[in-house]
């Protein structure tokens, strides 16, 4: 019987590790089938960790942190979680793809989420080194630069509208002539001097060189194509929250959901269960910054030792 | 007109203006009459902020973390907050102690709390080294040792318990015979073994060499003494929230706080008032963690880079 079953390792799981076992819960496990670190692993550079600067890519980021928490007895199991249950008894039970099964009297969740990729060429070829999913992260990188967002949704509107504060220009680019949004965020970008509308476009290809991106072509519903000089490029067309493991035989989720299948979480990281506990990326009202799913791990894994305190 | 005035400079204040700053706003002040860093600049060790690692102080952790925030335009005001307020017209008002005011569209207030000393010999002079007041902290570095807890309220008795888990025996120092806590707290206080009760006594002195902290020597309410070998003592006599710049002239607090004076916040880290948010130990709820803080700041601030864009 595990103390505490983490499921995920990104800086929310690893964070949760590290306090769990620092604060004294002996058997903590860390289900993480790939590499430790998580999506941010994938960027060039990051430079909003607080504490720690220079150029550094994400990768760069992490590399310690593993390491951290396995000094105070964090164990990482590369199995895929397939399904997080609870039974009668209280105790949670942790199925993997390997059919197997682990037992937990606590349980932090915090497998992330997925942006959507928007299917253009070059999309993945030049992701972190031009294509970006995440205004807050990347946008400084392309400060008086000129930048392309892609998207007419809540989250490509804001995100256009908070590079247009840093960028001399935002293209946005939408395959419709209206937007999915707000009226007054729509209003909003329609008043920004530097947001110029690219309708009824659809990105056709991302091109670039060795240093990244330089410029996007788009095709138009009239099939007529334009080419946009640009050194960034902003993907906002929705998000999968990676909450499978959270889905019951019966297809209910586990606990509480938001309708965008978000974890509905308080300021502790409860969830609507007792002993379960998210982080990270997947929770409800998730900033999507580093330090913030760290702070979200360390939150739940002293919500988790307290509980475990409880109950034994 | 300042677009973000933030109220204080450790983790949370300086994360704050990491964000705001590197988000587009042009005009961030950090008011903070001392240095910049926070109450950690006291402890001698931290080990649990994530991605740095080795044997480093509070003082060095927190030494790049301005110079982070300045690169990207921050600029620290070495004033003394007296008050913010809010006019009618939604423009919030900094009052300073040198008689001299600032406005600003928006602000973050990240003024920490502080924790209370229980007033015995040698108390100040072993603070951080060997005398803490956070468990969560510090409570690691005592691992397979003895520790003492002065204090029985909630916090105490929690503390207790989670240092239960991590130490050989913790000494529980309670100037009465009963405990203000909930009964189920003292419960299992009382049902955990390497919890010793010491009642009716005060502590009096703590004593170490150049190492640290030796042992604390307690004295009962019959006038007898007791000299108790421990490396580390932990007091938790209680917390003053530093919620006096919210302080109107007529008493009232300018938003919501709990019944213990912190500020009430949901999880974007807004108040009751449109336009203000607060971040890290002084807001409901607050862990009391360097990353949580900091992921505080950084949630606070993408709130005001939104709100400074609605309302220009």
């Known amino acids: 019987m595990l103390d505490c079953a983490i499921i995920g390792g990104g800086p929310a799981g690893l964070t949760a ?12 496990v860390m289900f993480e089938k790939g590499m430790p670190g998580g999506q941010i692993t994938m960027s060039s550079e990051i430079e909003n960790y607080p504490g720690v600067t220079g150029h550094i ?5 992490m590399i310690p942190w593993p390491e951290q928490c396995q000094r105070f007895g964090l164990k990482h199991e590369m199995s895929e979680v397939t399904r ?14 390997d059919g197997s ?47 392309a967002v892609i998207g007419g949704g809540d989250t490509a509107l804001e995100e256009a ?35 110029e509308l690219v ?28 080419h946009i000089d640009v050194p960034g490029v902003f993907v ?15 297809g209910s989720f586990l606990c509480e959901m938001t309708p965008w299948g978000e974890v509905k979480v308080d300021l502790s990281m409860k969830t609507s269960v007792p002993g379960l ?8 009202e998730a900033p999507k910054q580093v330090v913030c799913a760290a702070g979200d791990g360390a939150v739940a894994a002293l919500q988790a030792i307290a509980y475990a305190d409880g109950h034994h």
């Open 17 to 28: 590790g590290l306090y769990t076992t620092r604060g004294g819960l002996n058997k903590v």
């Open 57 to 61: 890519s994400g990768m760069d980021l």
């Open 84 to 97: 997080v249950s609870r039974r009668e008894d209280g105790v949670f039970t942790i199925q993997k793809s």
């Open 101 to 147: 099964m682990d037992e937990a009297k606590s349980v932090i969740v915090c497998t992330g989420s997925t942006p959507k990729r928007a299917g253009f060429t070059g999309e993945d070829t030049f992701f972190g080194r031009g294509v970006s999913t995440c205004a807050t992260c990347d946008g400084f990188f392309y400060k008086n630069k000129e930048v």
């Open 161 to 195: 509208l908070y590079l247009a504060k840093i960028c001399t220009k935002v293209y946005l680019i939408h395959r419709r002539d209206s937007f999915r949004s707000a009226p007054n965020t729509i209003e909003r970008v329609k008043n920004t001097a530097n947001i």
């Open 199 to 226: 309708l009824n476009a659809i990105p056709e290809e991302v091109v670039g060189d060795a240093m990244g991106v330089t410029g996007i072509r788009v095709v138009f519903n009239d099939a007529t194509t334009r």
């Open 236 to 250: 906002f067309v929705g998000n999968n929250v990676n909450n499978q493991v959270l889905m019951q035989e019966d």
């Open 277 to 284: 506990y998210a982080a990270g990326d997947m929770r409800a």
